[in-house]
């Protein structure tokens, strides 16, 4: 069963790093990209965002008794199969979960456009996903 206040907590942090990241997507592009430390800055909550919102779904994995993941994106597939989250929304978390793997495991072949792009289309995506945890503690 799902604790709801833990969960709460992770959405709490999670909301908190998506807010850093709405504060950098606000930059203008140009701007942003001639900043190494707000790039540095938003790939690093990136990488945190990301992650917290794997840790939340294997909370909820763990807590319902759902199938153990193979990896991290499988997490998006556990969650799907187990209706938690849509089709396209799966296919956008295992999305996230690449660019968090090329941030982390290949930092050095980011390319600094892709990360102005994810600022600009993908945050709302890490927002429905916490929407989507959200509902489980609202029944």
């Known amino acids: 069963m ?3 206040e833990k969960l ?24 942003f990209l001639a900043d190494r430390k707000a ?11 990301i992650e917290c919102c794997i840790d939340i779904g294997s909370h909820v994995i763990a807590s319902e008794g759902m199938r153990v993941p193979s990896d991290y994106r499988d997490v998006a597939e556990v969650l799907e199969e187990s209706g938690i989250i849509g ?22 072949k980011v390319d600094d456009e892709l ?21 489980l503690i609202q029944g």
């Open 2 to 4: 799902i604790n709801p």
């Open 8 to 31: 709460a907590s992770m959405l709490e942090n999670l909301s908190a790093y998506l807010d850093i990241l709405r504060d950098y997507a606000a930059v203008p592009g140009d701007e």
């Open 39 to 49: 790039l540095d800055g938003a790939k690093y909550n990136f990488i945190v965002a």
């Open 87 to 108: 089709k396209d929304l799966a296919e956008k978390f295992k999305l996230m979960i690449s660019f968090r793997n090329r941030l982390v495991h290949m930092y050095w």
């Open 115 to 135: 990360v102005r792009e994810y600022l600009e289309n993908n945050l709302v995506d890490i927002g429905d996903l916490a929407k989507s945890y959200a509902r």
